[in-house]
Nanobody, 122 residues
Framework: QVQLVESGGGLVQAGDSLRLSCAASGRTVSSYGMGWFRQAPGKEREFVIAIDWTGDYTSYADSVKGRFTIARDKAKNTVSLQMNSLKPEDTAVYYC???????????????WGQGTQVTVSS
């Protein structure tokens, strides 16, 4: 079993930056693809960004290209989401996920965190 815990959420203003972290425990996720999803009030959960197990390949939602980046630290068993130029429409609960069989956003996501709230004010 893998436990994922997100941190770093908060309230920021439009144009600000924020960095989320996801810490994995229970077992190493070095061979897992890792991703971030988000869910805004009244909307379905949507894919944001993901990275493969090597750390060399990433997938992005069009809405975050050029603003969000993902990175993983295998030694620390963590993955981070750097969010720049935040917009009010980025407001959502952000979830970290892990996939043993990784296919970008179409992966079968095996484990999920509980989420962290990000609120961007205009």
């Amino acid at each position: 079993q893998v436990q994922l815990v997100e941190s770093g959420g908060g309230l920021v203003q439009a144009g600000d930056s924020l960095r989320l972290s996801c810490a994995a425990s229970g077992r190493t996720v070095s061979s897992y693809g890792m991703g971030w999803f988000r869910q805004a009030p009244g909307k379905e959960r949507e894919f944001v960004i993901a990275i493969d197990w090597t750390g060399d390949y990433t997938s992005y939602a069009d809405s975050v290209k050029g603003r969000f980046t993902i990175a993983r630290d295998k030694a620390k068993n963590t993955v981070s989401l750097q969010m720049n130029s935040l917009k009010p429409e980025d407001t959502a609960v952000y979830y970290c996920a892990a996939a043993l069989y990784y296919s970008g956003q179409y992966s079968r996501w095996d484990y999920w965190g509980q989420g962290t709230q990000v609120t961007v004010s205009s």
